[in-house]
């Protein structure tokens, strides 16, 4: 029965977990009793990638090129096993994202910008390299992969690997909606996701990076296929970029806690912890030079100006008080050459005349 088996086939392309290479929890409080809180965000903040990232606020994570451009960071793929990646420290229970990216070329390679929890509720934008008009979109509740046909869904649109777009995840306990640009392509309410037990309600944190779906050597069968086939490695480099990201957080909060939840991963057990949220603190710190100074008061940076005059001043003194001393030091130097020389000039003179007195004297011999 060969249809039976090709269905077979296609059903389990599409139940292996979409972002797999970026699909992991490094403590699952579901069934594990005291997973670390999670720092929130508690406000909005813009991210222009065209420099360097704050590591405390994007972990890089996997093997593979990160790096940046004034175009964006980007992700590079540039053999088999590469898989780079960046996630956020900060968690948002509902809230917005909004990327600004241009997906990866090359078959079988996976480029993907999602929010994740640690119990494995996820919201995905996907695109697979080998496809140069779709977009992808997807959605996991407590990390349950069984298969279901209502929850990937893709979209035919202008090419994701040539240009920028923004893709926008607005995500709030009602409703999520997939924005590409000013378009809304998709909107889930809890009710389609299995009566709300499959919608994501926990606090989640950015991720974004790629992967190679079709790397025959890592990925079963299905995911080859669900990837778009096999990758070939000869044509890396592979690179996703991505020039800006925003976020906001729409509860306000210092921490999420574990601490209430049961194995229901309902929002309602999400502990929030009230006060200032220090991660929000550290994105808005200034970081550039020019930006440290600007935020400086005026008296500091009079004291800071007073302060170098001072050290100028100082060094001023001490390569006068050396050229002194070096000049003194010279001067006893070239009086002694001098004497030297006029020692030397007595003597030659002395040479001279006693020279002349002996050629007298060799005349007398002649
Ligand atoms: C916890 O649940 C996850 C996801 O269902 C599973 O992969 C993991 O093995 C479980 N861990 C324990 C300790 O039960
Ligand atoms: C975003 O953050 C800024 C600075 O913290 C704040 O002034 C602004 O009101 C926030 N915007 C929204 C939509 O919350
Ligand atoms: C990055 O982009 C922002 C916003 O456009 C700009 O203000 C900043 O100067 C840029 N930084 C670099 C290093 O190009
Ligand atoms: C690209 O993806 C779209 C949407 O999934 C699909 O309809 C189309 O056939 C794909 N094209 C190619 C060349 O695979
Ligand atoms: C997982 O999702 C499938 C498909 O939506 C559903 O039939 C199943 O009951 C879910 N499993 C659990 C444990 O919720
Ligand atoms: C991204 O798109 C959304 C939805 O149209 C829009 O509200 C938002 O302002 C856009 N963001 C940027 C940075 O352009």
Redesign the pocket.
Known sequence: MPSLLLSAVAVLATLLPATLAQTHTDCNPLNTTSCPNMPALSGNATF?F??TINNKIWKERNAGKHDWS?KGYTFTIDSRGDAPMVQSSFYMMFGRMEVIMKAAPGQGIISSAILQSEDLDEIDWEFRGGNQTEIMTNYYGKGNTTFDPSRGKEFVKANAQSDFHNYTLDWTKERIQWWMDDEMLRELTPDMALGGKNYPQTPMNIRMGIWAGGDTKNNEKGVVEWAGGETDFSKAPFTMTVQ?VYAIDYTKAKEYSWENMDASGSFEKVKIIEGDSEVLEEIQKPH?VKNRWTALSKTAQIAIIASIAGFVVICTCLITFCCIKQRRAGRREFAAIQANQDKEAAELLEYKRQMAQGRFAQGNYI
């Open positions: 222009h065209n420099d004034e800006q550039g």
